[in-house]
């Protein structure tokens, strides 16, 4: 069955650092996006991408957080300046159109800002 | 994005049957409905897609009355590793971004 994968499965960092956090969607994929989830809460929507520009972001993604598909197959979540409030999980997405079938989230990336 | 309601959680018991419904009344026409399966520390997993009547997968069954105002996702002879965080969504359509809204979903706890 085919995946997303995401790397690293944890990073830390020190507060005010930039972090890039990595996914390769599947192959026939042409929707992304990005979510990310604090410890014990829902589920969040950060970003979609498709055709190379965003199509949608939420108030979460401020101008600290940008989103590169910088080779054809990688699709990147770069957080410029990290804050404590950062850390939680980050999970890459991919679908072959926007309604929700075939939608498939890779494992995460957990991203502890200290 | 319609809003959704689902019970915050759920036991039960090897073996037995689960259904997990969720309300949805500001559905719209082009809406559909699809549930999705986390486990901890992991993203969530598609499990089932509708938009009405009964749609049936390997891992479960779907049903969505004709008004569509709610659907039950029906899990059969749930085990130990079925325990895990059930969300229903609505959404979808041509014209959408493929943005997903979780709720807080549905924890089900299944017990030996």
């Known amino acids: 069955e085919p995946e997303v994968t995401q790397t690293p499965s944890h990073q830390v960092t020190q507060m005010g650092q930039e972090v890039i956090l990595r996914c390769v969607p599947i192959?026939?994929?042409?929707?992304f996006y990005w979510y990310r989830q604090i410890l014990g809460q829902k589920v969040e929507f950060l970003v979609s991408?498709?055709?190379?520009?965003?199509?949608?972001k939420s108030e979460i993604f401020d101008d600290q957080f940008s989103v590169e598909r910088p080779d054809g197959s990688n699709f990147t979540l770069k957080i410029r300046s990290t804050k404590l409030e950062d850390s939680a999980m980050y999970f890459c997405?991919?679908?072959?159109?926007?309604?929700?079938?075939?939608?498939?989230f890779g494992s995460g990336t957990r991203l502890t800002v200290v | 994005l319609a809003k959704t309601t689902q019970p915050i959680s759920m036991d039960s018991y090897e073996g037995q049957e689960v259904n997990i419904t969720c309300s949805h009344n500001?559905?719209?026409?082009?809406?559909?409905i699809t549930w999705y399966q986390q486990f901890p520390s992991q993203g969530p997993r598609f499990i089932i897609q509708?938009?009405?009547t009964k749609v049936t997968n390997e891992v479960a069954s779907l049903f969505i009355p004709a008004d569509r105002k709610s659907s039950t996702l029906s899990l059969p002879r749930v085990s130990l590793s079925d325990t895990a965080v059930y969300y229903c969504l609505v959404g979808g359509g041509r014209s959408n971004t493929g943005k997903l809204i979780f709720g807080q979903g549905t924890t089900l706890q299944v017990k030996p």
């Open positions: 500001n559905i719209a026409t082009n809406d559909y």
């Open positions: 991408f498709y055709n190379n520009e965003i199509s949608e």
């Open positions: 509708g938009y009405k």
């Open positions: 997405a991919s679908s072959e159109g926007p309604g929700g079938y075939g939608y498939t």
């Open positions: 192959s026939n994929h042409l929707y």
